[in-house]
């Protein structure tokens, strides 16, 4: 047999596989062609409904931790601020409540100090509230610079 014959076989054989195996098999429909979806003013606002609604789950489960209780009472603290005081640029006096206790520290740049220890007290509520004396250093510090103004410009007016 000639190259060219064999190839006509082969070919034939192959053909008639194929054809076969094609009525045993199932046929799969063709899948008609899908529009092509466009990415337009419908597309960003689905996606920016659903990042809000995201972010509503996220700050409903922050405030459901904090009104259940979630997270310990006091951020589980031993050490309480109970006041402070500026007493020049860089350094305070700070009263700490530790256990039944009262520390009066100072605190500089770099420093502490323990200055006093004391027995806790219990704080009125016009004590725990900011007071009202300083407002009233605040609006003194701005009487004396309205005065020291009127002084400057009286000066520069002679």
């Known amino acids: ?5 064999l190839r006509a076989l082969a070919a034939a054989a192959l053909a008639s596989l194929s054809f076969s195996a094609g009525a045993v098999l199932p046929t799969v429909p063709t899948a008609a062609a899908e529009p092509v979806r466009s990415f337009g003013a419908a597309g960003l606002l689905q996606a920016g409904l659903g990042l809000a609604v995201v972010l509503a789950l996220i700050f409903l489960c922050a405030w459901a931790a904090r009104r259940f209780g979630l997270q310990q009472a006091g951020g589980g603290r031993l050490l309480k ?3 402070s005081a500026m007493v020049g640029q860089r350094e305070r006096v700070v009263v700490v409540e530790i256990g039944g206790s009262w520390l009066v520290l100072g605190v500089a740049a770099g420093q502490v100090s ?4 004391m027995p806790a ?3 009125s509520e016009f ?3 900011p007071t009202h004396r300083a407002l009233a250093g605040a ?4 009487q ?5 103004l009127t ?8």
Do not use: I, N, Y
Request: glycine share 6%; aromatic share 2%.
């Open 1 to 5: 047999m000639r190259r060219a014959d």
């Open 81 to 83: 601020v109970v006041s």
């Open 114 to 117: 323990a200055l006093h220890t």
């Open 121 to 123: 007290q219990k704080l």
């Open 127 to 129: 004590d725990a509230a």
């Open 139 to 142: 609006s003194a510090f701005s």
């Open 144 to 148: 004396r610079l309205a005065e020291s």
């Open 151 to 158: 002084k400057l410009g009286k000066r520069d007016g002679q």
